[in-house]
């Protein structure tokens, strides 16, 4: 047999993965009783094996606790009714462009990835994790065009998150940060469901294009 190899959740990473955090990861897996139950979870290989998964297993929940802060606040954005009535009206008029100042905004996500544990290419064992997170969203001022949320101009994240490994809390962790600088957006977050009509919008030149896809 080889040593044990871990197949480790896709992450949500750029927020919370920092070396202090993954050392409260590793150490509350101990401390509070998690580690008992990934082994428990792992009894069906031998020993060394085991010990030496259980030594791995710290360091991928550490690698798990990491939120993609602009991924959990897309999904929460496109139910909050003031951006997707903006939304639209950006696809009704082509060019349109909105500015809106946004209220303080909770948003909640909760993530339940697994580690498998793989020897000789065949799982073994599988490690469940849970991740849930809250971000209020302050003093946020956002433009939309086009269906989309294309800028921040201000704004602050308060983050918390908790780590349960094998229905055990094993850290939390938590972070302010200023949306401005810390997120970029690219071609913006799509505000509507993709299945939401769009119209075929003609500008002054002639030129047309369905907007907001």
């Known amino acids: 047999m080889t040593d044990p190899r871990l197949s480790a959740p896709a992450t949500h990473r750029g927020l919370l993965a920092d070396a202090e955090t993954g050392a409260a990861v590793k150490a509350g897996l ?15 290989l031998p020993v060394g094996l085991r010990d030496a998964a259980c030594d791995r297993v710290g360091d991928v929940v550490a690698e798990a606790f990491d939120l993609d ?11 909050y009714a003031a951006l997707t009535d903006a939304a639209r009206r950006t696809v009704e008029t082509y060019g349109a462009e909105e500015i809106l100042d946004l209220a303080t905004h909770q948003i909640t996500s909760a993530h339940e990835p697994q580690i498998d544990v793989l020897v000789d290419g065949a799982r073994v064992a599988i490690v469940h994790l849970k991740i849930d997170a809250g971000i209020d969203l302050h003093a946020v001022r ?16 308060d983050v918390a998150a908790d780590l349960s490994c094998e229905g055990i ?14 997120l970029t957006l690219g071609a913006g977050i ?24």
């Open 169 to 182: 809390l094993v850290a939390s962790a938590h972070r302010s940060v200023d949306l401005r600088l810390s």
């Open 30 to 44: 101990h401390d509070r009783g998690a580690i008992v139950e990934v082994a428990r979870a792992l009894s069906g």
């Open 69 to 79: 802060l602009l991924s959990v606040i897309e999904r929460g954005w496109q139910k």
């Open 142 to 157: 956002a433009v939309v065009a086009g269906g989309r949320l294309i800028e921040l101009r201000s704004g602050r994240a």
């Open 190 to 213: 799509p505000l509507l469901a993709a299945d939401e009509p769009r119209p075929d919008l003609t500008d002054a030149a002639g030129h047309s294009e369905v907007m907001g896809r």
